[in-house]
């Protein structure tokens, strides 16, 4: 028996002394003669920790080498002579993954595409059947940046776009759900999963493509990670209590969600770098004027930077939001959003005086319409 303990004891130690599994990669990047692009940026994030890598391109060549804890989707960025980094566009999608990865391009990112992995083959495949809903999005994007600048920023002409772009992502997500449905047992399908649910995913349809997956996935780090986030929706869905929070207000004094109980309230999550939100702003503000003296409020939890608060307490001023506010100022990080969920912005909650969350991610004239309904029930 004693032998047998210390052969038990001496696998666990080996098992701990193990080094965590990677997925070591070759990246070979190959574009055409007339390709002008002098240097690559590869960036991705495992559990919110984000790596960046560059290499020079020289003769239409480059190559990246890595070993990231896990296979993840990582973005390519060529940045063409004359244009730095942070100011390109050309960018596009591929996997990292055990194996040796090809990049072929005639001249940009966007027109290239990656091969040699079966995650990359199989993104292939799904991007082929997605082709003509990218094509009717970028052909709408096109026609919106041709526009003049003042009539880009025009908000009935941004509504327009929206109106044809939004029924292309929902399409586009029906198509990413479809293949996890219909391929339980993929690798590929943890990836599809985030792209069928979106940034703003219903727990129920959540729940039910999660469930389908074999549990030999769900058991894997990135498994165990939608899980998570599976949990923090279900938390925030319609009909559930909405998580009660503290941040400092713009005086730097504590505020809770639930000092507010009593009436309904927005919790509104935006930024003052946020051109969506500050568009937005203006409806909420409509909302805010004309029901806010029949038990409605809101509270906005800003997502500004460390370094953020003085333009957050100007984006206050100069929008004319007369609400109470609240930020840890930690950016992405904020506590609040993080409980929440929130993956992008604007986003919000609808919360009845009882601490219900009743609608989520309500613009312009719904918002008005759902408080108006809500509003003459209670009062």
């Known amino acids: 028996m004693k032998t047998l303990l210390q052969g038990s004891a001496l696998l666990l130690m080996l098992v701990a002394a193990a080094p965590a599994p990677t997925e070591p990669y070759v990246l070979k990047g190959k574009l055409g003669p007339k390709a002008d692009v002098t240097k690559a940026y590869l960036t ?51 996997y990292l993954e055990k194996g040796t990865i090809v990049f072929t391009s005639a001249d940009s990112a966007r027109k290239g595409s990656a091969t ?24 709408a994007m096109k026609e919106f940046r041709a526009l003049p600048k003042e009539k880009q920023s025009d908000a009935a002409t941004i509504k327009a776009l929206e109106a044809k772009l939004d029924p292309l992502d929902a399409q586009e997500q029906q198509v990413y759900a479809a293949y ?27 729940a039910a493509l999660y469930n389908g997956l074999a549990p030999a996935l769900r058991t894997t780090p990135q ?104 930020s840890d100022l930690k950016y992405w990080q904020n506590a609040a959003a993080q409980e929440y969920g929130v993956q992008a912005i604007p986003q919000n909650f609808l919360i009845d005086p009882q601490g219900k969350i009743v609608a989520a991610n309500l613009t312009g004239e719904e918002l008005q319409n759902t408080l108006g309904r809500l509003l003459k029930k209670s009062n």
């Open 223 to 326: 498994g165990v990670r939608l899980g998570e986030q599976l949990k923090r929706v279900q938390k925030t869905a319609i009909g559930a209590v909405a998580p009660d929070f503290t941040q400092n207000d713009a005086e730097g004094k504590p505020m809770s969600l639930s000092s507010l109980r009593g009436k309904y309230v927005l919790l509104d999550f935006w930024a003052s770098w946020c051109g969506p939100c500050r568009r937005e702003n203006p409806n909420v503000v409509k909302a805010y004027n004309a029901y806010k003296d029949q038990g409605f409020t809101v509270l906005g939890v800003s997502l500004d930077k460390p370094t953020g608060r003085e333009a957050w307490l100007k984006a206050i001023q100069s929008d004319g939001l007369a609400w109470n506010h609240v």
């Open 44 to 94: 991705y994030a495992i559990n919110k920790q984000r790596t960046t890598d560059s290499v020079e391109v020289k003769n239409g060549e480059f190559e990246f080498k890595g070993a990231p804890a896990e296979a993840v989707l990582a973005r390519l960025t060529l940045a063409h002579k004359g244009t730095a980094y942070n100011k390109s566009q050309d960018a596009t999608e591929l």
């Open 116 to 139: 040699g992995t079966p995650l990359n083959v199989e993104n292939n495949k799904l991007q082929a059947r997605l082709k003509p809903l990218s094509d009717q999005a970028t052909a």
């Open 180 to 206: 996890v449905k219909a391929n339980p047992n993929a690798r590929f399908s943890l990836f599809a999963l985030p792209k069928a649910v979106g940034y703003f995913p219903k727990a129920d349809e959540f």
